[in-house]
Structures are given as C-alpha cells and as structure tokens.
C-alpha cells in the first residue's frame, strides 16, 4: 500500500481520541483511568463498540483485556497484534495508551475495508493496564497475557483505598471462569503505535521515531521514619523529623542522577507525610523512587547506591529507613527485523524518521518476551506527557498510522512469517 497516499485516511481515529477523551475527564482538565473504575469499564464498552462497528469480532480475557479480531484463511499461521493500554495515569493526557488502540482499529477497519481478509489473523488489543497508577503493579495486561501475572495474583495487591486488585477486577465483571484465559502462545508479531513522549522527534524535525530498545525500571516504595511529636517543644536538637530526612534524601538522589548523566534519569513522584500536620514533627513519610536507564548494570549499581545514601541519611538523622522495590524489569530491545521493516516503510513514504530509546515503559517490552516485538512512536507537542497539555498534531498521528497499516499489511497479508 502507499503509506503517503493513505495517511488522509482514518478521520473516525481522530474522533474516537476525542470521545476516549471525554471518559475519565477531570474537572480542571486531563484524564484519570484507572483500572477498573467506572470510566476505565465505559472507556472499554466505547472501544469495544468501536471493534464491532469495524467488523471485527469482539471478546475479553478473563483480566479484562479486549481484543478485536480479523480472522486469516491461516489459522496455523501466528497472529499479528498491534494496540495498546487503555488505563491512564492520573490526571494524564488524552494521546497516552489510547493512540495506540484507536490506531490499531484505524489499521484493522482500513484493511479489511481495503483488502478482505487477511491470510494471518489480525488482532487488536487495548491492554486492561499498564501504569501501576492504582495498585502497586505495573503491565497487568500484558503481563497476564505473557504469563508473568495469573488471575489469582491480584488478592494480595491493594490500592490506597485497601481494595484488593481481586476485589476491583471481580466488581468490574473480571476474573471468573468460563471467561477465556489471558495466556497467548499464538502471537508472532506485536506493532504498538505509541506518542514517543518525550522532544527527541519534535528537536530533531522526525515524523516516526523507530525505536531499537525500551529502558529498565526499578521502583522503590521508601519509607522513612522519626517520631512526631510536638513542633512547639520538641527542641531541634531531640527531633527525629521523618520529612526534613525524607527531603534530603530527595535532593540528594537527584544531585547522583546528575553527577551518573549517560542517560540516567530517577524521580521521586509521590510523597506522603503522617500526619501531615502543621504543629507536629512528622513522625513518618513514604515515598516512590523511579530509576531508569538503558543498562542493567547502572540500574542496579544506581539503585545499590541511593539506598545506601538514604541508609547513611537515615542514621545520621536516627530515624529508620526500608526500600521495598515493587518494580524491577530489564531493558529490552526491539526485534531487529521489525524495526527494519518500520524503517524502510518511512523511509519508502518519505517521512523522516529515527531509531531511538524509550524511555518509558510499554507494553511491548512484555510482549517481546512471547512474539517478535516493535513500536513506532509519533512526536509529542513539546515533549510533554503523563500531564493534560499531552498533544499530538492530527497528521503526525494520520501519518504514524498509515506506516502501522502498511506494516500490518506487509505482516498478514502474505504467508510469510520472517524478514
Ligand atoms: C509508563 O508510562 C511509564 O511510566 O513509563
Ligand atoms: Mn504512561
Ligand atoms: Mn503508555
């Protein structure tokens, strides 16, 4: 197909961005979706319609994830997949996840309009979650498919409301038997459209950013604690203030992030103080450590020596400090062939491109464990994301879908299951 002739053609993407847009609305602006909330079930419901009215035949997994399906003359043949995560942060933007997903409906509804069937079946998939922006967890989705995470694992987690993830899924209709199982073997190839969320592309005048491999995370839960007492007659010299600790730890994490530079970034993004009250000396704060970089080695060896920072802090200050580390997945890179494919598909339509990094974590990384895996990112309107001001120009997103549909077109139009 000619990518550059077809990029006109997916205005009803455009559209259904702006009605996923209007699920999960905050007042002040920005989208909160999180897991199994009322609006992450209607932002389901509008996408599921949205498969159907594709043609596409329609189904969830056991943990919620969606699917629409085009099914190939050769069912022997593994499944090409593309899609993205429905869920958001909070307070996020319109683009995040759900690009993606209302991508990969474009594609498949362009491709049967425009080809009938494919000889490989096509899917569609909007992931149930892959934030950790409710319960300390992150790629449930992708994760339950992969086969990292069972539907029983969700019984111990909770959210800050002391709903276990179990709970949450049960109540948004989840988790029973007789709905199919999360677990995929038939997939050969994974494609996710993603806005690349940060201004590599924007600085650097590219259209497609191709990217090569996905960094690793590590994130930590730190609590730190003192004793709270009275801010009136609680000389400085008897504090054992859990906060102004916390506080150094902070700026002083970041100072290491700098001085480690080679790409490494850490952000401490949430911070909760008990009891949070002006005349008393916190006795307690909790806090999350973020750390990612594109080599194991600096991750583990960042992460070794922030704690060690914070235990030399801590005892200084003789307050108590532990590091639980809920997050811990390893750079993974794309597959080569695929990425290559990607690129001559730019290149072939004259959109510039370039193969970059992620810097965030996607549902692809999990997926490149059970199928072959790739991701194209559009840019973002000044590198913003995960805020409300998330922007992508309506042609960047046409174009980034025409290159997604020529390489699912490429993938399951012919038998051909390599190069
Ligand atoms: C997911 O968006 C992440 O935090 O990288
Ligand atoms: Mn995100
Ligand atoms: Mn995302």
Redesign the pocket.
């Known amino acids: 197909m000619n990518i550059a002739a077809e990029s006109g053609a997916f205005p009803d993407m455009m559209r259904l961005l702006e009605e996923l847009g209007r699920i999960g609305r905050e007042p002040g602006g920005g989208v909160t979706r999180l897991l199994y909330t009322p609006s992450w079930c209607e932002a389901q419901r509008l996408l599921a319609d949205r498969m159907a009215d594709a043609g596409l035949e329609v189904r969830y997994d056991r943990a919620g994830n969606l699917y629409g399906r085009l099914p190939g003359t050769r069912p022997d043949l593994p499944v090409v997949l593309t899609g993205s995560h429905v869920d958001t ?1 909070r307070v996020g933007g319109n683009y ?2 759900a690009a993606g997903i209302a991508a990969g409906i474009a594609a498949l509804s362009y491709l049967k309009r425009r080809f009938g069937t494919p000889v490989r079946t096509l899917e569609v998939v909007s992931f149930c979650e ?3 922006s409710r319960f300390p967890l ?1 790629y449930w989705g992708s994760g339950s498919i992969e086969g990292r995470y069972r539907i029983g694992d969700g019984t111990g987690i909770y959210d800050a409301e002391g709903v276990s993830l179990d709970e949450a899924m049960k109540a948004a209709g989840f988790g029973r038997g007789g709905q199919p199982d999360c677990r995929r073997t038939d997939i050969g190839d994974y494609v996710e459209l993603h806005i690349e ?1 940060g201004v590599v592309l924007e600085a650097a005048g590219r259209r497609i950013g191709v990217v090569e491999s996905i ?1 690793g ?1 590590r994130r930590y839960g730190i609590t730190v604690t003192g004793t709270s007492n009275h801010a009136g007659t609680t000389p400085m010299s008897y504090r054992a203030d859990a906060l102004a600790g916390a506080a150094e730890m902070i700026i002083k994490v970041e100072e290491m992030a700098w001085q480690a530079g080679r790409g490494l970034v850490a952000t401490v993004g949430r911070i909760e103080a008990w009891p949070n009250t002006p005349n008393v000396v916190p006795g307690q704060v909790r806090f999350s450590l ?1 750390i ?1 970089h594109t080599e194991s080695y600096m991750l583990n060896e960042f992460s070794e020596a922030a704690l060690e920072t914070f235990r030399g802090i801590a005892a200084v200050r003789k307050l108590r400090m532990e590091a639980a580390c809920w997050v811990k997945t390893e750079p993974v890179p794309m597959d080569g062939a695929l990425a290559g494919r990607i690129e001559r598909l730019c290149i072939e339509a004259n959109l510039p491109c370039l193969r970059m990094v ?5 549902d692809a990384q999990i997926m490149a464990a059970v199928s072959r895996a790739a991701m194209l990112f559009v840019p973002s309107r000044g590198g913003i ?2 805020a409300k001001e998330e922007y992508t120009e309506p042609a960047h997103l046409s174009e980034g879908t025409a290159v997604l549909t020529a390489c699912l077109h490429e993938l399951a139009y012919t038998t051909g299951v390599d190069g």
Do not use: K, N
Not at 358 to 362: C, F
């Open positions: 942060v995040d996840g892959e934030e950790g992150t969320q960094v995370q973020d990612r992620s810097g965030a974590g996607h994301s995960h």
